[in-house]
T-cell receptor, first 114, second 113 residues
Framework: DGGITQSPKYLFRKEGQNVTLSCEQNLNHDAMYWYRQDPGQGLRLIYYSQIVNDFQKGDIAEGYSVSREKKESFPLTVTSAQKNPTAFYLC?????????????FGSGTRLTVV | AQSVAQPEDQVNVAEGNPLTVKCTYSVSGNPYLFWYVQYPNRGLQFLLKYITGDNLVKGSYGFEAEFNKSQTSFHLKKPSALVSDSALYFCSEVKAAGNKLTFGGGTRVLVKP
């Protein structure tokens, strides 16, 4: 079945460490997105990529980095510069330019700083 | 400011009663509107969407939503709520020619037995 796989489901990070969250899709979607979800604040866009080797900052990109070397993969690195990284992270994909198709979401990664 | 607004943080309803989750949008022209549901520690699942045509849209799990252009609303409804409908619900919109979804802040629904 086609879908998006996020791993790991739970991730613990020590202060000052960088961690990378994985997002893989086999839907043949060109566009991919990373969202952060905090309680009571809904979803906020971190980064998005419309095509391979290209990506743009979203609303809260500071302290995060991404790469898009392959169509199927859009990993997110939470750097030590992100002061409050504890959150639920969601990856999504879509067909670019086809807003009517909506998004397909992964199951999320819960990151906790210890 | 959010372009999609969900005015209620939480909605409580008794099982078997009608459920309504409110949403207003601000995209001018012809917006594409979506409802998603999220269960604890899971991703968002698509419920329904309005693109064009009939203002009443039927979706998954017995949910429906009514597009009201004059009130710029897209409220989610279910005639008879189930305890299993307890979840977090998100309304979202995208410009017709665009791709980026904008999400409301979410409404938590609690259905009590």
């Amino acid at each position: 079945d086609g879908g998006i796989t996020q791993s790991p489901k739970y991730l613990f990070r020590k202060e000052g460490q960088n961690v990378t969250l994985s997002c893989e899709q086999n839907l043949n979607h060109d566009a991919m997105y990373w969202y952060r979800q905090d309680p009571g604040q809904g979803l906020r866009l971190i980064y998005y990529s419309q095509i391979v080797n290209d990506f743009q900052k979203g609303d809260i990109a500071e302290g995060y980095s991404v790469s898009r070397e392959k169509k199927e993969s859009f990993p997110l690195t939470v750097t030590s510069a992100q002061k409050n990284p504890t959150a639920f992270y969601l990856c999504a994909s879509s067909v670019p330019g086809q807003g009517a198709s909506g998004y397909t979401f992964g199951s999320g990664t819960r990151l906790t700083v210890v | 400011a959010q372009s999609v607004a969900q005015p209620e943080d939480q909605v409580n309803v008794a099982e078997g009663n009608p459920l309504t989750v409110k949403c207003t949008y601000s995209v001018s022209g012809n917006p594409y509107l979506f409802w998603y549901v999220q269960y604890p520690n899971r991703g968002l699942q698509f419920l329904l969407k309005y693109i064009t045509g009939d203002n009443l849209v039927k979706g998954s799990y017995g949910f429906e939503a009514e597009f009201n252009k004059s009130q710029t609303s897209f409220h989610l409804k279910k005639p008879s709520a189930l305890v299993s409908d307890s979840a977090l619900y998100f309304c979202s919109e995208v410009k017709a020619a665009g791709n980026k979804l904008t999400f409301g802040g979410g409404t938590r629904v609690l259905v009590k037995p």
